[in-house]
Nanobody
């Protein structure tokens, strides 16, 4: 599975941004896909996850502001981010778990600043 993330950029506090993760290759039997983020000097943390059955869960800091969704057959997983805060500034990476394999895409930088 190859993952290509896009959509990062600079946004003002309170603004919105949508990240996309395009999956290619053998996407059959993907168990779930997720977005993680890592801010400078901090550990990587789970932002949001969506399973093959459509179940979603979110990190506590983004609940109610971010929404993860996916297109048919795992071709694209999107992360809609609303009410962005400066503390959301980080490199966001998409992740896919397929059976016992773990795949990562390259990160995309999100900067929330006025």
């Amino acid at each position: 599975v190859q993952l290509q993330a896009s959509g990062g950029g600079l946004v003002q506090p309170g603004g919105s941004l949508t990240l996309s993760c395009a999956a290619s290759g053998n996407t059959v039997n993907i168990n779930y896909m997720a977005w993680y983020r890592q801010a400078p000097g901090k550990h990587r943390e789970l932002v949001a996850r969506i399973t093959s059955g459509g179940y979603t869960d979110y990190g506590d800091s983004v609940k109610g502001r971010f929404t993860i969704s996916r297109e048919t057959a795992w071709k694209t997983v999107n992360l809609q981010m609303n009410s962005l805060k400066p503390e959301d500034t980080a490199v966001y990476s998409c992740n896919a778990v397929q059976l016992f394999m773990n795949y990562w895409g390259q990160g995309t930088l999100v900067t929330v600043s006025s």
